[in-house]
Nanobody, 123 residues
Framework: QVRLVESGGGLVQAGGSLRLSCAAS????????RGWFRQAPGKEREFVAA?????YYADSVKGRFTISRDNAKNTVYLQMNSLKPEDTAVYYC???????????????????WGQGTQVTVSS
């Protein structure tokens, strides 16, 4: 079975940094879209960042977050800097069977999801 496991979440003060990791097993995703989404209580899951041979970011995180991948480890990362209280959410990593799409920001494009990791940013 394909498994995606997020790690690296936690509690941080506003202005701080966290680095999330998402390790995949059961399948190689070196040629596939990988993404990060987040969901706050009472809100829908929203796009954060995605990567294939390029990178894509939500406007709300552009300039603060960086997505990267290590194909040798089948792992994708999300470096989060200058964190704000509004970044508080459960963060989910995702992997797609597609290598590219104009709708990389849509949840239904992704076939596999991790269990999520909590990120809490205090004021």
């Amino acid at each position: 079975q394909v498994r995606l496991v997020e790690s690296g979440g936690g509690l941080v003060q506003a202005g701080g940094s966290l680095r999330l990791s998402c390790a995949a097993s059961g399948r190689t995703f070196s040629n596939n879209l990988r993404g990060w989404f987040r969901q706050a209580p009472g809100k829908e899951r929203e796009f954060v960042a995605a990567i294939n041979w390029s990178t894509y970011y939500a406007d709300s995180v552009k300039g603060r977050f960086t997505i990267s991948r290590d194909n040798a480890k089948n792992t994708v990362y999300l470096q989060m800097n200058s964190l704000k209280p509004e970044d508080t959410a459960v963060y989910y990593c995702a992997a797609s069977l597609f290598g590219a799409s104009n709708t990389y920001y849509v949840t239904t494009l992704y076939n596999y999801w991790g269990q999520g990791t909590q990120v809490t940013v205090s004021s």
